[in-house]
């Protein structure tokens, strides 16, 4: 079945660092896919979306790219602030269906 | 816009007892969904609803859960005979129609339930 694995967390830089969160998945078709962001005490929310192979995903400085050679959607920013504190989540969706599939989360902590 | 509203948005309860959670999803949302969340998981898909046709329900929803959307507009989840397996936070989230987006859900922020 489908499934999406993340980088384990936590994981915890200072502020103006280089962030990648390593996302992978396992789909049987040609995935959407999905970063959501949840911030302490709020619902997730959409960060960015790629529907097709290479397309690229942006939002907030934060980027990933759709490679589906490598099925991967690895999550990047350029310098980190301490509100980009949360976790993030990668997600997939299936052509078609309804459900998001959901990786594990990575618990992100930036300190000043 | 209100976004989607979830209540309670805790509730702690005894092995045994019945919750309801209640849901209500943006206005003009035809789509809405539950989703369970355990402490340090993804959230896991539960069921969905195409106004007020409950259209897929995972193998997740056991017997013991029931989920309703009578007017295709606020949806409750019901759990009967709680399990301290049961505890975990419950989502809901809606989205519009096809056409506004790859499946871009909005989410609501979540009721936890406790069971002692």
């Known amino acids: 079945g489908n499934s999406v694995t993340q980088m384990e967390g936590p994981v915890t830089l200072s502020e103006e660092a280089f962030l990648t969160i390593n996302c992978t998945y396992t789909?049987?078709?040609?995935?959407?896919l999905f970063w959501y962001v949840q911030y302490p005490g709020e619902g997730l929310q959409l960060l960015l979306k790629?529907?097709?192979?290479?397309d690229k995903g942006s939002n907030k400085g934060f980027e990933a790219t759709y490679r589906k050679e490598t099925t991967s959607f690895h999550l990047e920013k350029g310098s980190v602030q301490v509100s980009d504190s949360a976790v993030y989540f990668c997600?997939?969706?299936?052509?078609?269906?309804?459900?998001?599939?959901f990786g594990q989360g990575t618990r992100l902590t930036i300190n000043p | 816009d209100t976004g989607v509203s979830q209540n309670p948005r805790h509730k702690i309860t005894k092995r045994g007892q019945n919750v309801t959670f209640r849901c209500d999803p943006i206005?003009?949302?035809?789509?809405l969904y539950w989703y369970r969340q355990t402490l340090g998981q993804g959230p896991e898909f539960l069921t969905y609803?195409?106004?007020?046709?409950?259209?897929?329900k995972s193998r997740l929803l056991s017997d013991r859960f029931s989920a309703e959307r009578p007017k295709g507009s606020f949806s409750t989840l019901e759990i009967q005979r709680t399990e301290q397996g049961d505890s975990a936070m419950y989502l809901c989230?809606?989205?519009?129609?096809?056409?506004?987006?790859?499946?871009?859900?909005?989410f609501g922020a979540g009721s936890r339930l406790t069971v002692l």
């Open positions: 997600a997939l969706s299936e052509q078609g269906a309804q459900k998001l599939v």
């Open positions: 989230a809606s989205r519009g129609h096809v056409r506004s987006g790859a499946n871009v859900l909005t």
């Open positions: 206005s003009e949302h035809n789509r």
């Open positions: 609803f195409q106004n007020e046709a409950q259209l897929e």
């Open positions: 789909a049987t078709g040609y995935p959407s």
């Open positions: 790629a529907t097709k192979a290479d």
